[in-house]
Antibody
Framework: QVTLKESGPGMLQPSKTLSLTCSFS??????????VSWIRQPSGKSLEWLAA???????YYNPSLKSRLTVSKDTSNTQVFLKITSVDTADTATYYC????????????????WGQGVMVTVSS | DIQMTQSPASLSASLEEIVTITCQAS??????LAWYQQKPGKSPQLLIY???SLADGVPSRFSGSRSGTQYSLKISRLQVEDIGIYYC?????????FGSGTKLEIK
């Protein structure tokens, strides 16, 4: 059974660094082709892809936020982390992690499992 | 960045009706297109990937199609449990980009 769960501070002040953790089970990030991504959604708005890390340790970032983002994973391949520096109110959102397994002949089942999301509020 | 223009923004339809939602990509993305359903207070759920492949466990009344750079999600017989917001996603190139969403309601 595949599960993902995000955790984070809930609320933090502007200019601080946001640290998020995605803990997962039912699959390993060491499996060839596996990718875990971070996506966020401000209340009432659409989704924004932020960053991803793959089974080989390669990292991918949204250029619009790249200078502020760092994605990493633990050595046991059961957790992925995201840090966002210098947060401001525009970073207030629900943050999701989601996995994507390797593409098959029928296509790429991107974001086939999602976590429940963690709400983060940036406020002074 | 590749822009995904999704329409309509909202849609009200009757039970058993056929519903179609479209996304227009700003450039060729091949079949690197997915559709998601998000129910209130929940995470998005994958419906369609590879433009036309049905994700595991998704009812067969959902289907996806492609015509050039226009992609469509069709619900063949609308059910009460289909209400929610639907999003398309292009997975052709980074940054991955979502459509603006279509809110589906029952008339």
């Amino acid at each position: 059974q595949v599960t993902l769960k995000e955790s984070g501070p809930g609320m933090l002040q502007p200019s601080k660094t946001l640290s998020l953790t995605c803990s997962f089970s039912g699959f390993s990030l060491s499996t060839s082709g596996m990718v875990v991504s971070w996506i966020r959604q401000p209340s009432g708005k659409s989704l924004e892809w932020l960053a991803a890390i793959d089974w080989d340790g390669d990292k991918y970032y949204n250029p619009s936020l790249k200078s502020r983002l760092t994605v990493s994973k633990d050595t046991s391949n059961t957790q992925v982390f995201l840090k966002i520096t210098s947060v401001d109110t525009a970073d207030t959102a629900t943050y999701y992690c989601a996995r994507s397994p390797e593409a098959s002949n029928s296509g790429y089942p991107i974001f086939d499992y999602w976590g429940q999301g963690v709400m983060v509020t940036v406020s002074s | 960045d590749i822009q995904m223009t999704q329409s309509p923004a909202s849609l009200s339809a009757s039970l058993e009706e056929i519903v179609t939602i479209t996304c227009q990509a700003s450039q060729d993305i091949g079949n690197w297109l997915a559709w998601y359903q998000q129910k209130p207070g929940k995470s998005p759920q994958l419906l369609i990937y590879g433009a036309t492949s049905l994700a595991d466990g998704v009812p067969s009344r959902f289907s996806g199609s492609r015509s050039g750079t226009q992609y469509s999600l069709k619900i063949s017989r609308l059910q009460v449990e289909d209400i929610g917001i639907y999003y398309c996603l292009q997975a052709y190139s980074a940054p991955l980009t979502f459509g603006s969403g279509t809110k589906l309601e029952i008339k």
